[in-house]
């Protein structure tokens, strides 16, 4: 990260933290009495286990809320070393995985902080830990705290650092030809022959076939023979795959519009061979049956498919090929009106950004999607989430949203089935922005109505929905911004957006004779505040961001200015509210408290945290300009 290049909007990343408190993300140190080397250590390695996030040095809390009380600049310094020192020493910390952008020194009114981006670590570099026993020292992210990890989560991390990760190849003791269930072979067969009629291995016998797709194989080195895990998921006889695996199931649940209660469910209970071919050959096309099949010809050949159908069907595949099978092997698909869920055990072995990005996989069970490919149902390594976004994005569904879970681990990709173009989307906007929002262009709709289904979006995840390129893109985001529909967190590569739900235009009418609709509403603020005292006690760059019709959620130190401005005399929370345009939520959760705290506001009721009836006035301490954004 460039600290120059950056200064901005580096104070208005902190003001941005603070406010949303610590997150799964974002974790806050103190500092002022000493470098925090235990916590930062722990977090560390939380962060590079999970899914990486930022630690900030100098941020001190108080009841639930958050200060930049910062450094000394000689501390700074002195902190950025002994931090570095850390990482570095193999007695301290393992690994570091850090380069010296990871580490920002920036100064916020007057203050100097630590900024420290800690990355997800790399399958072969997990798991990152504390000391030198990773059985004592290895830590996730939960929430908002740092969490040591289980041996058995250790064991895992430990065991797929390998660089031939294959976990479906081991050679199940005892398990032989006799625990193939006969009729998935032969449908097996029957699929590869007609979709490969030329193969050299379509003459193979049963066995010969099976050791070539590496579900039956001899170790050279210790002459044990068998089944693979891999030959047994797919083929195997279910009371051999339980017996194997004791805790395998799959279990498929759909839901009617506004039933609680399931309207259909299969599940491996016994009555029929539910190995991963036969689970394929029934669920797949209940997944699909909500699908229409246009005619579309290719030439001469009619084709039944579109994008979101091979989309499905290679999250489906992605279903049965990632899991981490020798865990509590439950494989759980739940199809309700609104999405379609699917759930295994496990971890991702790529982070989120490379899902969402495309072009590279890790698999654990490589044989079992190699058996997949062959029948013409998986696509080429590094490309199926990209089959799974290039789908939902022709049919206009909002994007997939894939999350990691804990306690056991496991691997969740939710697919909605709900458009992002529709009209129930674009009443929301309406609801929100107003007539700006029939303004917007196809692509900044899209943006939007995204912003508004997901967490938050990105130039990584728009590249996959919108045809621009990334550099319009960009632009395209800081215009959203600029007319304060969006608002902008972090730095670089690493800025993600989120919609605005703060944003309330205030129209001062210029002709009072003849106010609009919106105006006539604006004119009449209750509480006896109107739009003309507004403009008379609230700062002039208030008054002028009024005229203009428009309010971008402020930096925090300009939201202080203009609240200072105004409440030279005792005001509710309510009025401040409605002059400025904010609602009294957020300045009660995320401002009024923090303005209290550092000497910027008084309350009239000091005794008394949660009065409805509080007020706050002025005091005398003032902002000095020059920290101003």
């Given at each position: 990260?460039?600290?120059?290049?950056?200064?901005?909007?580096?104070?208005?990343?902190?003001?941005?933290?603070?406010?949303?408190?610590?997150?799964?993300?974002?974790?806050?140190?103190?500092?002022?009495?000493?470098?925090?080397?235990?916590?930062?250590?722990?977090?560390?390695?939380?962060?590079?286990?999970?899914?990486?996030?930022?630690?900030?040095?100098?941020?001190?809390?108080?009841?639930?809320?958050?200060?930049?009380?910062?450094?000394?600049?000689?501390?700074?310094?002195?902190?950025?070393?002994?931090?570095?020192?850390?990482?570095?020493?193999?007695?301290?910390?393992?690994?570091?995985?850090l380069t010296n952008n990871d580490v920002v020194r920036g100064e916020y009114d007057g203050h100097h902080f630590i900024l420290i981006s800690v990355p997800r670590a790399s399958r072969e570099d997990r798991p990152i830990y504390v000391g030198q026993n990773p059985l004592r020292g290895t830590y996730r992210?939960?929430?908002?705290?740092?969490?040591?990890?289980?041996e058995w989560e250790v064991s895992l991390m430990l065991s797929e650092r390998r660089p031939d990760l294959a976990m479906?190849?081991?050679?199940?003791?005892?398990?032989?030809?006799?625990?193939?269930?006969?009729?998935?072979?032969?449908?097996?067969?029957?699929?590869?022959?007609?979709?490969?009629?030329?193969?050299?291995?379509?003459?193979?016998?049963?066995?010969?076939?099976?050791?070539?797709?590496?579900?039956?194989?001899?170790?050279?080195?210790?002459?044990?023979?068998?089944?693979?895990?891999?030959?047994?998921?797919?083929?195997?006889?279910?009371?051999?795959?339980?017996?194997?695996?004791?805790?395998?199931?799959?279990?498929?649940?759909?839901?009617?519009?506004?039933?609680?209660?399931?309207?259909?469910?299969?599940?491996?209970?016994?009555?029929?061979?539910?190995?991963?071919?036969?689970?394929?050959?029934?669920?797949?096309?209940?997944?699909?049956?909500?699908?229409?099949?246009?005619?579309?010809?290719?030439?001469?050949?009619?084709?039944?498919?579109?994008?979101?159908?091979?989309?499905?069907?290679?999250?489906?595949?992605?279903?049965?090929?990632?899991?981490?099978?020798?865990?509590?092997?439950?494989?759980?698909?739940?199809?309700?009106?609104?999405?379609?869920?699917?759930s295994n055990p496990g971890t991702m072995l790529v982070s989120k950004e490379q899902f969402y990005s495309g072009g590279y996989s890790v698999c654990r069970n490589p044989s079992i999607q190699t058996m997949f490919s062959l029948i013409g149902i998986a696509e080429k390594a590094g490309s199926g989430s990209d089959t799974i976004i290039q789908g939902w994005k022709e049919a206009n569904f909002r994007m997939p949203i894939i999350s990691e879970k804990g306690e056991p681990n496991r691997v969740e990709l939710i697919l909605p089935l709900e458009s992002i173009l529709s009209n129930e989307i674009e009443q929301q906007l309406y609801q929100l922005f107003g007539e700006r929002s029939k303004k917007l262009s196809h692509n900044e709709l899209l943006t939007m109505a995204m912003a508004i289904t997901m967490p938050h979006v990105s130039n990584s995840i728009l590249q996959h929905s919108i045809d621009l390129h990334p550099a319009d893109i960009t632009s395209l985001l800081r215009g959203l911004c600029?007319?304060?529909?969006?608002?902008?967190?972090?730095?670089?590569?690493?800025?993600v957006y989120f919609l605005n739900k703060n944003y309330n235009p205030i129209i001062v009418s210029q002709d009072k004779a003849n106010p609009t609709p919106q105006q006539a509403h604006?004119?009449?603020?209750?509480?006896?505040?109107?739009?003309?005292?507004?403009?008379?006690?609230?700062?002039?760059?208030?008054?002028?961001?009024?005229a203009s019709g428009t309010r971008n959620r402020k930096p925090y130190k300009e939201l202080c200015q203009l609240i200072i401005d105004y409440c030279k005399t005792w005001k509710t929370r309510q009025e401040i509210a409605v002059a400025l345009g904010y609602k009294q939520d957020y300045l009660r959760n995320n401002v009024l408290p923090r303005m209290v705290a550092e000497g910027y506001l008084e309350k009239l009721y000091k005794e008394s945290a949660t009065s409805p009836n509080q007020k706050y006035r002025t005091t005398q301490r003032k902002i000095k300009q020059e920290n101003l954004l």
């Open positions: 990260m460039d600290i120059n290049k950056h200064h901005n909007s580096l104070q208005e990343y902190l003001d941005f933290l603070m406010m949303d408190k610590e997150t799964e993300c974002v974790e806050f140190k103190h500092g002022k009495g000493g470098f925090p080397t235990k916590g930062v250590k722990e977090t560390y390695s939380s962060f590079a286990n999970t899914e990486g996030g930022v630690i900030v040095i100098g941020i001190k809390e108080n009841n639930g809320n958050f200060y930049p009380e910062g450094l000394l600049q000689e501390q700074v310094f002195e902190y950025e070393k002994i931090f570095w020192d850390t990482i570095n020493d193999p007695n301290q910390v393992n690994r570091n995985i992210r939960n929430d908002s705290g740092d969490y040591l990890c289980k479906d190849y081991e050679i199940q003791d005892g398990f032989t030809m006799d625990d193939i269930d006969p009729e998935s072979l032969r449908a097996y067969r029957q699929l590869f022959v007609t979709l490969k009629p030329s193969h050299p291995w379509v003459s193979d016998d049963d066995l010969s076939l099976l050791k070539h797709l590496k579900a039956y194989r001899k170790d050279r080195k210790s002459g044990k023979e068998g089944l693979t895990l891999a030959g047994l998921l797919m083929f195997g006889k279910y009371d051999s795959i339980i017996e194997a695996l004791p805790q395998y199931m799959i279990d498929y649940r759909e839901y009617r519009p506004g039933q609680e209660r399931w309207s259909d469910r299969i599940y491996s209970d016994g009555a029929w061979e539910a190995n991963l071919f036969q689970i394929y050959r029934r669920l797949l096309p209940k997944l699909q049956s909500f699908l229409t099949t246009p005619f579309k010809l290719d030439g001469n050949t009619r084709l039944d498919e579109t994008k979101v159908h091979k989309g499905l069907r290679e999250a489906f595949v992605n279903f049965c090929v990632h899991p981490l099978y020798q865990s509590d092997t439950k494989l759980i698909i739940i199809k309700r009106p609104t999405e379609i869920s699917f600029k007319d304060g529909m969006l608002s902008a967190s972090g730095f670089g590569r690493g800025t604006t004119n009449n603020y209750p509480g006896g505040v109107t739009a003309s005292n507004v403009a008379s006690n609230v700062a002039s760059n208030v008054a002028s961001n009024v």
